[in-house]
C-alpha cells in the first residue's frame, strides 16, 4: 500500500491528509477534518487541478495590465501552457470585469476572464 500526505487547500485550517492507495485506487483518506478535505485528497491525487490567476498587458487603457483568472480550475499540467499564452496576449481597452479574454484557454475548455475593468484613455 502507498500513501500520499497532503496538506488541504480546501478551507483555511489546511488539514494534514494521508491518502493511502493501492494501485490507482484510493483506499482510505484520513486527517480531514471536512467533506472538503477528503473531496480535495481523492481529486489532487487522481487529477490535480488549479484556478491560474495573472495578468494581461492591455493597449489604449488607463492601466497597463489588466488582472485575469481561470473560469474553473485546469489541469495542472496545462498550467504552464496557459501561462505562455497569457504571456503574450495583449487586449485593447475598454475591458470589463467578467469579459471572457480567452476561450477556451491551451485545450482545457475552460475561458480566462478579466477581474477588474480598465477604462481606455480620453483622446
Request: with cysteine; glycine share 6%.
Amino acid at each position: 500500500m502507498e500513501e500520499r500526505n497532503l496538506i488541504c487547500i480546501g478551507c483555511p485550517m489546511g488539514c494534514p491528509l494521508t491518502v493511502e492507495m493501492e494501485g490507482d485506487t484510493i483506499i482510505r483518506v484520513n486527517g480531514n477534518t471536512c467533506k472538503r478535505g477528503d473531496s480535495y485528497a481523492r481529486s489532487e491525487v487522481t487529477a490535480p487541478a488549479r484556478t491560474i490567476t495573472s495578468t494581461v498587458k492591455v493597449l489604449y487603457g488607463k492601466a497597463k495590465v489588466v488582472s485575469v483568472k481561470t473560469r474553473k480550475d485546469i489541469p495542472k499540467e496545462k498550467i504552464f501552457a496557459c501561462m505562455k499564452v497569457l504571456k503574450e496576449l495583449q487586449v485593447k481597452a475598454p475591458v470589463h470585469i467578467g469579459d471572457v479574454i480567452v476561450t477556451d484557454i491551451a485545450d482545457t475548455g475552460v475561458d480566462i476572464i478579466a477581474t477588474k475593468t480598465v477604462e481606455a484613455l480620453s483622446h
